[in-house]
């Protein structure tokens, strides 16, 4: 293959005023990284060329995330890991945090039973037990080739010596501040006495030195001593929940991924705790009964099938889909070829069909925004896809005193009250009810596409309810419009989620004459915001990686 370049990092970015600034389409001969960051994906490119796996750029990449990407990137939070060897072999790693054992199922609500959405969104009493340090621990051991000390140093690096912020980060920081000085009785490092600016240095000593015991000690060096220490200590001067006996338990899960196929492409995905995969798998199988390459990207035709097919997945998702490992979930029968297709022949192209007539599909003998994702492909061929998260944008906005992280404010996943929405506006029920010890449901969809069993795309996104919707739309924008991976990244997206019964679009996104036919036919159409961040690879015929980093944000694209 044709030697490209032997380094190059692509920061692409949004031109005020100008909406999503396009770029052209990026390549790798041997191995590449596509995250949120210029700063992590530089350190997950270095260390393959050390000679790391995915795995080992995977762990480099997470910690990484943690120092320079803080409202996202975590070691308090959790999220999922989907993995694929050269030799085709895959597994799926579940490192969601957990509800504390002192949970219960109306913790959020007041003495009239209505939800106090404050109490799980904001403030310790909103963390679960983080995930995310015992899932990379166990991600090392099984796949990792360098050391332990080798794939933590970078993000330790980057702690103690800051890094400067972008734009985006600088102007973040600057509108949370009054929100961290509520929550933390003691002075953080993301607040400072005057206003950030872009370039700032920003330089956490506290991480730095969390992050040192976690190379040193492993498990031990999170889950218990001093940072357990601190994580309880920090619990009992804010009203948390989460114990000593929490923390030492906590434990991540290797799972089975869920798959199947889109016409000649094989999916693989996050099974549950997760609702991504099924839901994926649901929304690609029905497109597949469809034309959609003949009527057209964004199209009347195409958004109106795509729309009521999300839809049906979303309904499902309310009332089927929870932890495994606490609820009878109907996986089998929710992939069922015969179920999926059933439950979009009740479509009329003539007119919308509204939200309120729409209800979860009938099992037979059934009983009852902000994240960030990364990429990887190495130079053997591994692939990993991951997703992680704190839930909201700086999570509980609670810092572990003296520890220098953010918790997590991930108890707002489960269904606070039954038919009550979270921060997302999703609705939940009985699957995905406070219980402790359990894992709250997710969107994050982390994915693997083969083509004829070989590796084709790593793709996933942040987004909260639009994670789903933006990989469907990004793998269709690629597998049935032909677009390369930056453009089927970059691309405007729309989105629905059943209830509220809106489709939320983009600037750019469905042009004014599809929706003034749709509008017709019943459709509301509701402007909004960035959806999503995606960050992909695709492999191209000759070998080649062709990466497509999110324009949305800071994303970067990065290999050799």
């Not at 504390?100 to 009239?112: E, I, N, R, V």
């Not at 402007?527 to 497509?548: C, F, K, Q």
Request: with cysteine.
């Amino acid at each position: 293959m044709k030697f490209l370049q032997p380094f190059a990092v692509l920061l692409i970015t949004i031109i005020p005023g100008c909406g999503i600034h396009a770029q052209p389409p990026q390549q790798f001969d041997h191995a590449a990284v596509v995250s949120a960051h210029p700063e992590s994906t530089k350190v997950g490119v270095a260390i393959m060329k050390q000679g790391g796996n995915a795995i080992d750029a995977a762990v480099a990449v997470q910690f990484a995330l943690a120092v320079v990407y803080p409202n996202a990137g975590n070691i308090g939070g959790g999220g999922f890991l989907v993995y694929r060897s050269a030799k085709g072999l895959t597994n799926a790693l579940d490192f969601r945090e957990k509800a504390p054992g002192k949970a219960f199922k109306d913790m959020y609500l007041d003495s009239q039973g209505n939800a106090i959405a404050e109490k799980s969104v904001f403030g310790a009493l909103a963390a679960g037990i983080p995930g995310t340090v015992d899932g990379m621990i166990k991600a090392h051991a099984k796949y990792g080739k360098l050391s332990w000390i080798k794939d933590i140093q970078p993000a330790i690096d980057l702690a103690e010596q800051g890094f400067a912020l972008t734009e985006q980060q600088a102007g973040e920081l600057n509108r949370t501040r009054t929100i961290f000085l509520k929550y933390n009785r003691k002075p953080v490092a993301y607040v400072k006495d005057s206003l950030w600016k872009t370039g700032d240095l920003l330089i956490q000593p506290e991480l730095a030195a969390t992050l040192k015991l976690i190379r040193d000690k492993g498990r031990a060096g999170f889950y218990e001593g001093q940072v357990a220490k601190a994580i309880i200590q920090t619990m009992e001067h804010t009203s948390g929940i989460i114990t000593k006996e929490d923390l030492k338990a906590y434990q991540a899960i290797w799972r089975k991924p869920v798959s199947g196929k889109y016409k000649n492409y094989n999916i693989i995905s996050m099974p549950p705790p997760s609702s991504g995969g099924i839901a994926l798998l649901t929304l690609l199988k029905q497109a597949d009964e469809y034309p959609l390459s003949r009527w057209g990207f964004q199209k009347d035709s195409t958004v109106q099938l795509m729309v009521e097919a999300e839809r049906r997945a979303y309904a499902d998702r309310a009332s089927y889909l929870g932890d495994p490992d606490f609820f009878n979930i109907p996986q089998k029968e929710l992939l069922d070829t015969n179920y999926i297709t059933n439950r979009i022949k009740d479509i009329d192209f003539a007119r919308a069909t509204p939200s309120s007539e729409i209800k979860p599909g009938s099992i037979p003998n059934y009983e009852s925004e902000q994240t960030t994702h990364f990429s990887i492909v190495d130079k053997e061929g591994n692939a990993v896809s991951v997703t992680t998260t704190l839930n909201g944008s700086y999570g509980s906005f609670v810092v572990a005193e003296g520890a220098g992280f953010l918790l997590n404010n991930e108890m707002d996943d489960f269904s606070v009250k039954p038919g009550s929405p979270n921060i997302y506006g999703l609705i939940g029920g009985a699957a995905n009810a406070i219980v402790p010890g359990k894992r709250m449901l997710s969107s994050m969809t982390p994915t693997i596409v083969e083509h004829n069993g070989k590796l084709l795309m790593v793709i996933g996104t942040p987004g909260g309810s639009t994670i789903i919707t933006s990989v469907y739309q990004t793998i269709l924008n690629v597998l049935a419009f032909g677009q390369d991976m930056q453009s089927a990244v970059t691309s405007p997206r729309f989105h629905h989620q059943w209830l509220p019964d809106e489709v939320y679009v983009e600037n750019g996104a469905i042009d004014q004459e599809t929706r003034d036919t749709l509008s017709a036919k019943g459709y509301k159409f509701v402007s909004r915001g960035g959806i999503g961040r995606v960050d992909a690879i695709l492999v191209r015929p000759n070998g080649t990686l062709e990466t497509g980093a999110d324009p949305r944000g800071d994303d970067t694209a990065g290999g050799f």
